[in-house]
């Protein structure tokens, strides 16, 4: 599966309609991002169950507001609709495998649990 575009027009849907979303937060004049793309491209070939999305933060300002980048590229893991991880920094495709398998491997029954939790104790 290739890399989907988000837009104000679509991330929502995307997050709500997939169990598993990686965003990758980029801008075309940044070295960094242009570097990974194609790790992140890989990876997209190779995991079917996953949806990984990108957003420009040039073309789609108000969706990296929202979420507060600062810095890119920034990796942003949704699991159900919650973020598990969000990082700035460019990964080797090693490490980058390596953080797509935990995610995919965490118990989201006990992350939920942890939230409702510190909820609880807020």
Known sequence: MATLEL??????????????VII???????APCRGFAPTFEAASETRPD???????????????????????????????????????GALPAQAFGQLVDQAMALDMDQVRAEIAEQGGQA
């Open 50 to 88: 996953i949806v990984f999305a990108k957003v420009n933060t040039e073309e789609q300002q108000d969706i990296a507001a929202a979420f507060n980048i600062r810095s890119i590229p920034t990796l942003m893991v949704f699991r159900d609709q919650i973020i598990i991880y969000s990082e700035a």
């Open 7 to 20: 837009t104000t027009e679509n991330f929502q849907q995307t997050i709500t309609d997939n169990a598993n």
């Open 24 to 30: 990758d937060f980029w801008a075309p004049w940044c």
